[in-house]
């Protein structure tokens, strides 16, 4: 069921169910961070590797320290920056933060969100939530409650409904190996407006076979249709003879039908090509076509945390 009521969230989650919450970064999938039986039935329901760690999400910065052992001096600057918002904190857990929800790592990821509703929900909650993204592992992360009812409607009980998401990329994981603040994932933070707080930073969120954080595989948020990267007025002509849609920045292709192509932002507005850019995925994927051609950005701002995003779904492994 799609509702907005938070009393009818709460009481689910109270029982151990998991149910799905808008943030303002993406949908989550959201349990009882502390009980393990519905942190079981997260990784179950988005048949994730239990190998891969969930976020942790807390109403505000005081509950956030509740869970870690301690806030970095760096950390703390990003939190009074950044959250509630699109920022993720890796930190050193406390003993009640089992190691299912951090695949065994001594480290949780924390998480505010600001949407107003997970606001509400969290400050209702004696607990706080672990959630992922509330897609099939691998695939798109949703960005509107009608995304979540299409693929897992028929396996939870109930879906917060906070209308589309405000920024629509996953937010920002950053960590401090031997006190350097690292970002492990580009997200809806930028590195510039981090960087513009704290000075440079190390980004390791390249792809690798034994990933840090496994948002970091290289095939991750991957559309069914194969998506094939390049410049489009040059793959439009190589593809000819197949049916394509395409995903671009700015412009329109008067040679391609009208509703088999997606501009992400007309005006190159990088805030709404990051808004659009999930949804867009999903609309062309479910187009009777047999490749997205798609384009990257100018390596900048959110441009870096949308071209991140490309390439892991254009990649073939
Ligand atoms: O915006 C977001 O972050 C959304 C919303 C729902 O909060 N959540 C989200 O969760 O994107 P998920 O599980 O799809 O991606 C979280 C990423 C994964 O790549 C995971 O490996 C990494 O965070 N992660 C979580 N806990 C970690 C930990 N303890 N150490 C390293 N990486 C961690
Ligand atoms: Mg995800």
Not at 48 to 60: A, E, M, Q, T
Not at 149 to 158: R, S, V
Not at 279 to 304: C, K, N, Q, V
Request: aromatic content about 6%; proline content about 9%; glycine content about 6%.
């Amino acid at each position: 069921m799609i509702g907005q009521n938070i009393a009818q969230a709460a009481a689910l989650l109270q029982r151990g169910e998991v149910i799905a919450i808008p943030t303002e970064t993406v949908y989550g999938l959201a349990g009882n961070a502390l009980d393990e039986q519905a942190v079981a039935r997260i990784f179950a329901i988005k048949q994730r590797p239990s190998f891969d760690p969930l976020i942790v999400h807390v109403p505000d910065l005081r509950q956030l320290e509740n869970w870690v052992k301690a806030i970095p001096p760096l950390a703390r600057k990003l939190a009074e920056q950044f959250m509630p918002g699109a920022l993720t904190l890796l930190l050193e857990k406390r003993d009640q933060i089992s190691d299912l929800v951090t695949a065994g790592s001594p480290l949780v990821a924390m998480r505010i969100p600001a949407h107003p509703l997970a606001q509400q929900l969290l400050q209702s909650l004696p607990f706080p939530l672990a959630a992922p993204s509330a897609n099939p592992f691998g695939y798109i992360s949703p960005t509107r409650a009608e995304h979540v009812a299409h693929q897992l409607g028929d396996q939870i009980p109930y879906i917060l409904d906070g209308g589309p998401c405000s920024i629509g990329l996953e937010s920002t994981i950053v960590g401090f190996p031997e006190g350097r603040a690292t970002v492990y994932r580009k997200g809806g933070i930028s590195v510039e407006a981090i960087e513009a707080l704290i000075g440079p930073v190390q980004v390791k969120a390249h792809s690798s076979s034994n990933p840090q954080a496994p948002g970091m595989l290289k095939s991750h948020y991957a559309p069914r249709v194969p998506m094939v990267l390049g410049n489009l007025s040059e793959l439009i002509p190589v593809y000819s003879g197949k049916a394509v849609g395409v995903l671009s920045f700015r412009e329109r292709f008067p040679e391609i039908p009208s509703e088999r192509q997606f501009a992400l932002s007309s005006s190159g507005d990088y805030t709404e090509a990051a808004r659009n850019l999930f949804s867009a995925m999903r609309y062309l994927d479910r187009l009777p076509i047999d490749f997205i051609l798609t384009e990257l950005l100018p390596e900048e701002h959110l441009g870096r945390a949308i071209n991140d995003r490309l390439r892991r779904a254009a990649a073939v492994e």
